[in-house]
């Protein structure tokens, strides 16, 4: 269990009612606050800084309403009037951090299964729950999440993204994929009597009707479009390829015109091919990744997603005993295809496919990237100023510079030397609210 850390040294210039008002902000009753005082002015130091690209040390960082103004050197940086001064000793401040793949609609398969959360709860029921993920992820220092379908759910997603921007519930950022394309007959839940029209968990589409399903989900509120590239649906159910190449650059094409882009679930090199040809800016999963597909990939400039964490958490579901039991094909694979995006300098965005494993745990993800290879500093990289770009978002998230939106976390220790370190949030501000970590509540 983790214990409660020493209380923050923390001292003010500021008047008797701007420190009630940071006393409320630090507690938020039960909803999140829908702006920032846009006079509150905060002046922010750590022990060291990582500013989204490299880590710095005797830095401050200060805030102005719901944005950053300025960030460098202390010697540089003056107190300003009226400011509140935050100081974490032993500590890291970082961007706040970015989920590159999430359901918030979903929840680990160890506890409801796939099938029976999609095809047998209601989306009023989903929706109560992932209100309750969406608050966790916050807390844990994850103040924006790409979230790439509601499985099910239909535009839920689009509605918790409304209810959190409104200050109703408290939450990270949500960039939200909606339904999801899927090809005719690909996608589940299946193994029902035919006579029986079952909730499939991505909508389907095919040929010349896609034009339609993409224009209709982005007018339904998706912000991007994410399409299912293979899926388990070989003679023997393997994974293989769906849609055409033709299909794919159709998709693209329409997504594009409207100034959004298209990602890909693909784990076969097959379909991965087709999908970075199609115009995807990003590949989900790639469990089976070959070098000429990376090669492919970094060509083009699409980033990759390998979600370890959902592997690995769906192997132990199935009864693997990590550290007992030799490591599972699935497991080894995934290794492999890690290995190569990296020796091939493919750019390797965070995202874990949370959901699958619990949310508020989104660190497993980079402390298996940490293990299977990548330097901790390069995993910090990618669940910040990586996944910013990767999703566009770079101008307003996922670095520390006077401009940028006020997201910022403190974590106990230096997770450039131990990633876990991200598992301590100590302090935790989004669009210049700040909240209280789940670790820290009695």
């Known amino acids: ?50 500013d989204g690209e490299n880590m710095q040390i005797n830095w401050a960082v200060i805030v102005e309403g719901n944005t950053i103004v300025a960030a ?30 999430a359901h918030i609609l979903l929840y680990p398969y160890n506890i409801t299964d796939w099938d029976t959360q999609v095809a047998r709860e209601s989306d009023a029921y989903r929706t109560a729950r992932a209100t309750v993920h969406v608050k966790k992820t916050l807390l844990a220092g994850f103040t924006t999440v790409r979230d790439l379908g509601s499985e099910g759910a239909g535009y839920a997603d689009v509605a918790i993204k409304k209810a959190i921007n409104d200050g109703i519930i408290p939450g990270p950022r949500l960039l939200v994929a909606g339904r999801a394309i899927v090809a005719t007959g690909s996608y589940g839940p299946k193994g029902y009597d035919l006579d029986q029209q079952i909730m499939i968990g991505a909508e389907e589409a ?22 299912y590239a293979d899926y388990r649906w070989g003679l023997n159910d393997e994974a293989m390829p769906t849609f055409t190449l033709e299909e794919l650059k159709l998709m693209n094409d329409v997504t594009r015109s409207s100034g959004r882009v298209m990602v890909a679930h693909a784990k076969t090199n097959e379909a991965m091919q087709r999908a970075i040809l199609g115009g995807v800016v990003t590949i989900e999963h790639g469990d089976l990744l070959n070098a000429e597909t990376a090669a492919l990939m970094k060509q083009k400039g699409v980033v990759y997603y390998p979600t370890l964490a959902a592997t690995e958490s769906v192997t132990q579901y199935k009864g693997w005993k990590k550290g007992i039991d030799p490591e599972p ?9 890690f290995k190569i995006a990296m020796d091939n300098g493919v750019t390797i965005g965070m995202g874990g496919d949370v959901g699958v494993f619990p949310h508020g ?73 700040i909240y209280q970590p789940e670790s820290l509540k009695n």
């Open 72 to 101: 460098g050197p202390k010697e540089k940086l003056a107190v300003p009037k009226n400011a509140m001064v935050i100081n974490y000793p032993n500590a890291t401040l970082t961007p706040g951090l970015i989920e590159g793949h």
């Open 329 to 337: 094909e699935a497991v080894t694979q995934k290794r492999k295809a």
């Open 361 to 433: 745990e989104n660190v497993l993800e980079m402390e298996l990237m940490a293990n299977y290879g990548m330097k901790p500093l390069q995993v910090l990289q990618a669940a910040t100023s990586i996944n910013a770009k990767a999703m566009q978002i770079e101008n307003k998230v996922g670095f520390i510079k006077a401009g940028h939106l006020a997201d910022l976390v403190i974590f106990e220790g230096d997770p450039s030397v131990s990633i876990s370190a991200l598992r301590k949030p100590l302090w935790v501000m989004k669009d210049g609210v």
């Open 1 to 50: 269990m983790q214990t409660k850390p020493n209380n923050p040294i923390l001292s003010h210039t500021a008047n008797l009612l701007l420190l009630m008002s940071f006393i409320l902000l630090i507690h938020p009753i039960g909803q999140a606050q829908k702006s920032a005082d846009k006079n509150s002015i905060f002046y922010i130091t750590a022990n060291k800084v990582f």
């Open 206 to 227: 095919d040929g010349n009707n896609l034009i339609k399903v993409v224009r209709d989900q982005i007018g339904k509120g998706a912000d991007l479009i994410k399409v």
